[in-house]
C-alpha cells in the first residue's frame, strides 16, 4: 500500500460519525432552539435602552462616529464649498469638522447652520439658505460676543454659488485676539431675484436716482459654541529675522501655524520710504508641496509702529513638513505720502483722483450711502486691495472709521466681468452730511530678478500633545536665511 492509499483511507475514517455522537447534534440543536426562544422572551428592556443610549452618544459626542452616520450627500456639499480652499479641504479628510444642526426660519426663508471648521484664529461657518418664494437669497452677516459686544474680527463672504441648495460659507478671522468659546452671528437674507436694476446716468456712470436696497425679508441670530479641543489648534513661533527688499528694511517677525491656515508677519522699519501693501510669495515644504496666498487675505497690526503685516497661506497643519521655504518673487508699495479727495455725496463731483481709479456709483443701503470705487488689479492678480483707506472726514473736522468694506470683480451693463478691473464699496455709517473727504490709496508695483529664499529650520515636536489631534500634526519651525550654494547644513 503506498502512501496516497493511505492518506485516503484515513480521510474515509475521519468522515464516518461514531456511534455514541450519531444522536448528539439533533439534541443539541433542540437544545439551543429552546435557549435562543427563552433568552429572546426575558431579554431586559433596559438592554435595548442602553444600545439606544450608546448611540445617542456616539452621534452626539464622536466627531468621525457623527459624521460617518450623517449624509452623504450633505458631505458631498461640504466638500463642494470647499472646492477653491486645500487647507479646508484637507481639515475634512481629517475629520476636522464640528457638526452644528441649528435652524431657524423667519417668514419664507430658513436658515441652517450645519458645519463649523475652526481653530485658534479662524471660524468657518457653513450654512444653507432655503426658500419656497424666493429663488435667488443673497445676504450679509455680522459677528458679537456672547456679551453682545462687536467682535474684533474680519468676515469675509466667498462668492454665493450658482446652486441655490449648495452650501455658503462664512470666513470669520481673529488678528490679535483667539477665538473665544461662543460667538454670535446676525445674517441679515435679501431676495435678489426682487430688484430692479437702477439706470446710470450717460455722463457721469454714476445712478440719477440712488435705489434703495430692498428690506431685508429675513434675520437671523445664532449662538455658535466651539469645541474647546478645536479652539486650542495652533502653534505660533517667535521669530526675528531681517531681509531686504528693493531697498526696504523688513523683519520676519512670527509664523502661526493652524489647521485652516498659515499666518507669516513681517515687520516694517520706520525709516522705510514706502510701507508694503502685499508679498507676490508663497510658501513651500521639504516635500516640494506648495501653499499659495489665499486671494485678498492680508491683515495689517493695529498696534502702532513699526507696522506689521499678517500674510495668510495655505496650511501645512496636516503635511508631515520640516522645512518650510519662503519665496518672495516681488511687492506692491503703497506710498506713504497721504493723497486726499473731497466728494460731494448729492452730485458726485470728486476732487482729482490717482490713474485708473474711478468712482462708479453712489447709492443708499439700508439708508447708509455706499461709496464703489473701480480700480485695476494689481501685477500679481490680487482683486481685493484696499482703495480708500480707513478713516474719513467730515465738514466739520471730525474723523471715522470705516466698519467694513467689500470687494466684487467689476461687471459691465450686461453682467459682462470686465478683465483687471474690481471695484470697492465703503459705507459711510451714521453720517450725516453732503460731503466726504476719504484718503485714496496709490500703489507702485515690483518684480525681483532674483527671488528672496528663507528656509526653516527642521520642526520640533510640541512638548505636550494637543488635547484635540486629528490625522497629521501640527509642526513648528522657525524661518532664517537659506544657506549659500553648496553650503553644509
Known amino acids: ?50 444600545m439606544f443610549a450608546v448611540f445617542v452618544l456616539l452621534v452626539n459626542l464622536v466627531t468621525p ?11 458631498k456639499e461640504l466638500t463642494a464649498a470647499v472646492a477653491f480652499s486645500p487647507s479646508l479641504k484637507a481639515a475634512i479628510e481629517h475629520e476636522y469638522v464640528q457638526r452644528v444642526v441649528q435652524s431657524q426660519t423667519d417668514g419664507d426663508v430658513t436658515m441652517k447652520v450645519e458645519y463649523l471648521i475652526v481653530d485658534q484664529k479662524q471660524v468657518n461657518v457653513f450654512f444653507s439658505l432655503s426658500s419656497d ?57 435679501w431676495a435678489a431675484d426682487d430688484t430692479e436694476a437702477a439706470v446710470p446716468s450717460e455722463d457721469s456712470g454714476l445712478w440719477n436716482d440712488p435705489p434703495g436696497d430692498p428690506d431685508a425679508v429675513a434675520n437671523f441670530s445664532f449662538t455658535l459654541q466651539f469645541d474647546p479641543n478645536f479652539t486650542s489648534q495652533g502653534s505660533q513661533i517667535t521669530l526675528d529675522q531681517p531681509f531686504t527688499l528693493d531697498g526696504q528694511q523688513l523683519k520676519v517677525v512670527g509664523l502661526e501655524i493652524y489647521p485652516t491656515h498659515v499666518r507669516v508677519d513681517i515687520q516694517e522699519d520706520e525709516a ?147 478683465e483687471g478691473i474690481f471695484e470697492e464699496s465703503v459705507p459711510l455709517k451714521d453720517y450725516l452730511f453732503d460731503q466726504v473727504e476719504l484718503e485714496i490709496l496709490d500703489y507702485h508695483t515690483s518684480t525681483l530678478d532674483t527671488p528672496i529664499t528663507l528656509t526653516s529650520a527642521p520642526a520640533a515636536p510640541p512638548a505636550v500633545p494637543p488635547p484635540h489631534t486629528p490625522s497629521g500634526r501640527s509642526g513648528t519651525c522657525a524661518l532664517r536665511p537659506a544657506p549659500p550654494p553648496g553650503a553644509v547644513e
Not at 65 to 75: D, E, G, K, M, V
Not at 161 to 173: A, C
Open 133 to 189: 418664494r424666493y429663488s435667488q437669497l443673497d445676504g450679509s452677516g455680522d459677528i458679537r460676543m456672547a456679551d453682545g459686544q462687536q467682535a474684533h474680527a474680519s468676515l469675509s463672504f466667498p462668492q454665493t454659488p450658482s446652486d441655490p441648495k449648495e452650501l455658503r460659507r462664512i470666513s470669520i478671522d481673529f488678528q490679535e485676539e483667539d477665538v473665544p468659546d461662543t460667538l454670535i452671528l446676525d445674517y441679515k437674507v
Open 1 to 50: 500500500m503506498d502512501r496516497m492509499e493511505e492518506y485516503r483511507l484515513l480521510l474515509d475514517e475521519l468522515e464516518q460519525t461514531p456511534s455514541g455522537l450519531e444522536s448528539a447534534l439533533p439534541r443539541a440543536r433542540a437544545r439551543c432552539r429552546r435557549r435562543r426562544l427563552s433568552r429572546w422572551i426575558a431579554a431586559p428592556a433596559g438592554s435595548v435602552a442602553a
Open 272 to 418: 522705510n520710504t514706502v510701507q508694503i501693501n502685499s508679498l507676490t510669495c508663497w510658501l513651500e515644504d521639504d516635500k516640494g508641496v506648495r501653499y499659495d496666498r489665499p486671494q485678498g487675505l492680508i491683515a495689517h497690526g493695529d498696534g502702532g509702529t513699526p507696522r506689521v503685516t499678517s500674510y495668510r497661506f495655505e496650511s501645512s497643519y496636516f503635511e508631515d513638513a520640516q522645512h518650510l521655504t519662503l519665496h518672495i518673487e516681488g511687492a506692491i508699495w503703497q506710498d506713504k505720502e497721504e493723497h486726499w479727495v473731497t466728494v460731494d455725496l448729492t452730485t458726485g463731483r470728486t476732487d482729482p483722483l490717482p490713474d485708473g481709479i474711478t468712482l462708479a456709483r453712489i447709492e443708499e443701503i439700508d439708508d447708509i450711502p455706499t461709496l464703489t470705487f473701480r480700480a485695476p488689479t494689481l501685477a500679481d492678480g490680487m482683486v481685493f486691495r484696499q482703495v480708500v483707506g480707513p478713516i474719513y472726514r467730515a465738514p466739520d473736522g471730525s474723523e471715522h472709521h470705516f466698519s467694513m468694506a467689500s470687494h466684487t470683480i467689476a461687471r459691465d451693463e450686461d453682467g459682462t466681468e470686465l
Open 65 to 75: 462616529f457623527a459624521l460617518a452616520c450623517s449624509n452623504i450627500p450633505i458631505l
